[in-house]
């Protein structure tokens, strides 16, 4: 059986790249250039997944940033590359989508292990891989990882409402105020 070609709609320009072997997709996760909100097609393009559904990317993390934004669900080589360029430290607190659990990035066995300042394939996903009970299960288990980041994405939209709710009724207070639009 050949493996899949991969294509992916980068959500910040909406430029599509592919085909592409799983490797090469892959590559791109390890190098932490596939966010949250790409898309991804393993079926000639008739149907797109966000990359945090396509189980091999391991995209089961969230990141609450020091301002308490919640980041992701992104992967391991995000974190490193954060971590390279300063945005977080070994101190942030990590969600695991997968079981919903809080851990510093400096207690996880991957942060203890992993080269922070090097991202490649080799190093990025060592020891990242999906525990043999998860491949037993599935499709029960990806069922479930999928409802739980839906749920997730969920929150986060509402959040989001009302953010642009109260940003606007503050908007509206200011040009009321000042006669002028907020720069």
């Known amino acids: 059986m050949s493996q899949p070609t991969w294509h992916l709609i980068k959500a910040a320009n909406n430029e599509e790249y592919g085909p592409m072997s799983s490797d090469s997709l892959m590559a791109l996760a390890a190098e932490a250039k596939i966010s949250p909100m790409d898309k991804l097609s393993n079926d000639g393009r008739q149907s797109w997944r966000r990359a945090p559904m396509v189980r091999e990317l391991q995209m089961d993390w969230l990141i609450q940033m020091p301002d308490q934004y919640l980041y992701g669900p ?15 430290d070994e101190s942030v607190t990590l969600i695991n989508c997968v079981d919903g659990s809080e851990s510093r990035l400096r207690d996880l066995p991957f942060f203890q292990v992993s080269p922070h300042h090097v991202r490649s394939f080799n190093s990025t996903h060592q020891g990242t891989q999906w525990p043999d009970h998860h491949k037993a299960g599935g499709d029960a288990a990806l069922q479930q990882r999928v409802k739980l980041l839906e749920k997730q994405i969920m929150e986060c939209q ?3 409402d009302e953010w642009k709710r109260a940003h606007g009724f503050l908007r509206q207070q200011f040009i009321e ?7």
């Open 177 to 183: 105020a000042t006669g002028r639009e907020p720069l």
């Open 74 to 88: 992104t992967n391991i080589a995000t974190m490193q590359e954060f971590l390279a360029t300063g945005e977080i």
């Open 158 to 160: 509402h959040s989001l």
